[in-house]
């Protein structure tokens, strides 16, 4: 199922795997050996904090609010490094480094996932 950005009509992903439980949004993208597309599905709205000790290298991150609708980025997010988002989000994806670029995503943007 492909992720995209229906604002733009550009795709994000081609598949991904989904973040649901804590421990599927604990280990996240720790210990992998590539960066791959994730969706992290949380319970409420919240600021979400994040690392990337043992992740396989830089990421772009994006969070979408309940409408999927992209409220804050980040891109070129480095490994070794701590964020947190500044707004509150229900979903984030992480994606390959170059993807906001590539698909041209922007804040108030609409992400869709295809079925």
């Known amino acids: 199922m ?18 649901r439980t804590f421990w599927e949004q604990t280990r996240g993208m720790m210990f992998r050996k590539e960066v791959i597309p994730l969706v992290f599905h949380f319970e409420k709205e919240q ?8 992740c396989p290298g830089a990421m772009d991150l994006v969070f979408l609010n309940d409408a999927w609708e992209v409220v804050e980025m980040r891109s070129e997010w480095e490994p070794k490094s ?9 979903f984030l994806l992480e994606l390959p480094v170059g993807t906001i670029a590539q698909s041209k995503t922007e804040v108030g943007d609409v992400v869709q996932i295809l079925k």
């Open 47 to 54: 600021t979400i904090r994040l690392h990337s000790w043992f």
């Open 82 to 90: 701590s964020y947190h988002s500044f707004r509150p989000a229900l």
């Open 2 to 19: 492909p992720i995209l950005n229906a604002t733009r009509q550009t795709i994000l992903a081609v598949s991904f795997e989904e973040c």
